[in-house]
């Protein structure tokens, strides 16, 4: 086997590419420009999915907090939503403060970010001549389909579907399976990356 294979396929040298690519997306204007509106967007995204967001121009501002706060933190809601121990009027929007929803969907909408941030690496700064565009258009994929995954449960209750036990019991291993397909979605984009090349954009 071709020693330059050989080290693609080691685990050791598969991180430390993953990490090297995640440090020239921080290190870029552009990649952290992309990582950022893609995290906001998502974020924004999944918090008006769970109800959490909306829109409410009719209230004034205010704050409302919950009694025993602390002991309510990780009360679920459903497979894959938390309980509020807040609500935020900023006199035109609404957000119902779940610290849960909100670690959950940043974690997920971070990873999404980065993914895409990659992928538009990918497309622009490619670790092979010939990989473009389609490739990194294609590396972004697997991180869409992630992001999906991990919104199961959301799509369900906003859509309000009655779910059997067993969909329900389903959905609850389909974040776990799309926060895994994101990291899995990392590492094979890092691959499609020059690392070496220049960090500024």
Not at 94 to 109: I, M, W
Not at 122 to 141: E, F, R
Request: a neutral charge.
């Amino acid at each position: 086997m071709d020693t330059r294979l050989a080290g693609k396929l080691r685990p050791r040298s598969r991180i430390a590419e993953t990490a090297a690519a995640t440090r020239l997306v921080l290190r870029r204007n552009d990649s952290v420009a992309v990582a950022g509106l893609v995290l906001v967007g998502y974020l924004t995204a999944f918090l008006w999915a769970v109800g959490d967001l909306s829109v409410r121009p009719d209230m004034p501002a205010g704050l409302l907090i919950v009694d025993d706060p602390l002991w309510r933190v990780f009360d679920r809601t459903g497979p894959a939503t938390f309980e509020a121990i807040a609500i935020v009027d900023t006199g035109v929007a609404r957000l119902l403060f779940s610290p849960g929803n909100l670690l959950l969907g940043g974690f997920v909408a971070g990873l999404v970010g980065l993914n895409l941030a990659m992928s538009y690496l990918a497309v622009v700064q490619p670790a092979a001549c010939g990989l473009g565009t389609g490739s990194g258009l294609l590396a972004s994929m697997p991180a869409l389909l992630a992001g999906t995954v991990c919104c199961g449960p959301v799509v369900l209750l906003v859509l309000g579907i009655q779910a059997s036990g067993l969909l329900l019991t389903m959905f609850t291993w389909l974040l776990p399976l799309g926060i895994g397909l994101l990291f899995v979605s990392l590492i094979y984009v890092a691959g499609k990356i020059d690392v070496s090349g220049s960090a500024h954009g």
